[in-house]
């Protein structure tokens, strides 16, 4: 199957490429740039060099649909949604990485992102977690790529709020990630001197990813769900953990919420629940997995969950690809049994 990436020079972007290089059944044929066109993608990314030596090309939303079935959108949100909408109309399958086609309220999505400009198509899109929506994500053309921390948080909060085992008040989600969460693009939180040996919170009460995460748990749970998020910088490129805590509204042990959170992954492909263990970055950084501990403090009736993705991967790219798998009707494995790197 022949893709394109349409903003290919970002981080997410350039990992979809690394990726799909080693996908057997896929072929990356045009990738498209905004500043770098022209320019071979290996000379930006030299880690390609003799295994994808192509040029970055501008967006040619014919030549795309003419000689492409999927597209994949890593762009900046509000740049999406000007793209998308073109490619879904020639009849292309798309895989958005943005936020723009991931809210089912437009009033939601508007208050914290922008005004949308193809709303019509948001209610259009299937919110690719591909662990919950695998047969809606199999039947559509547009889907939309969950966010890095929802897709940890989602992960590990489903199991327990999908079937009303914890109080729908009251969750935090504790989070943090390494610094290519923000992208390519420089900064001067981000960069190296600012982050190295440093460790912040940052859009304390005030990240959208806390409504995509609210809106997907009341979605499943069929009532409001209100959370605390607190996101964190990591003095790292990569990764997320998120350290979550939320009331039981049961009285359920460590051993039976574990045994609990098997039984609903059972067949997953890329959610490992630990035992004996808690999740730490270096068990998923370079792999599609989310790992998930469950520990439960008796005393305070209250359960902590701790989820481990690699922002990248799970969180993004390797994400896309599992949705892309599913979409063509393949394995959800394929480009995707990459073990995590541990050092
Ligand atoms: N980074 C993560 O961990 C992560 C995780 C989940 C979701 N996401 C989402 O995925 C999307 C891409 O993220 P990223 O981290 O890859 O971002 P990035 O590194 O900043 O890359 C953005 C890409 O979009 C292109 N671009 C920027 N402005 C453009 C415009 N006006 N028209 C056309 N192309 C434009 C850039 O092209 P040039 O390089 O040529 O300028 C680049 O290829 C974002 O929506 C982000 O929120 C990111």
Known sequence: MKVSIIGATGYTGAELIRLLTQH???EVEIITSNSFVGKKISDIYPNLTGIIDMKCKELNVEEIAEKTEVAFTALPHGVSMDIVPQLVERGLKVIDLSGDYR????????AWYKEHSSPELLAKGTYGLAEYNSLKIKDSSLVANPGCYPTASLLALMPLVENSLVEKEGIIVDAKSGTTGAGRKLSRGTHFSETEGNFKAYKVANHRHRSEIEEKLS???TDDVQLTF???????KRGILATIYADLACDKSTE???HYYHEFYD????VRILDNKL????YVV???YCDIGVKVDQERNQVIIISAIDNLIKGSAGQAIQNLNLMAGWDETPGLKQIGMYL
């Open 267 to 270: 067949g997953a492909n890329f």
């Open 286 to 288: 370079g792999s599609n």
């Open 256 to 258: 039976e919420l574990i």
């Open 230 to 236: 607190t996101p964190h910088l990591l003095p790292a």
């Open 279 to 282: 999740p730490q970055l270096k």
């Open 24 to 26: 057997p059944q896929v």
């Open 219 to 221: 979605l499943a749970q």
């Open 103 to 110: 809210y089912q309220d437009l009033d939601t999505y508007q």
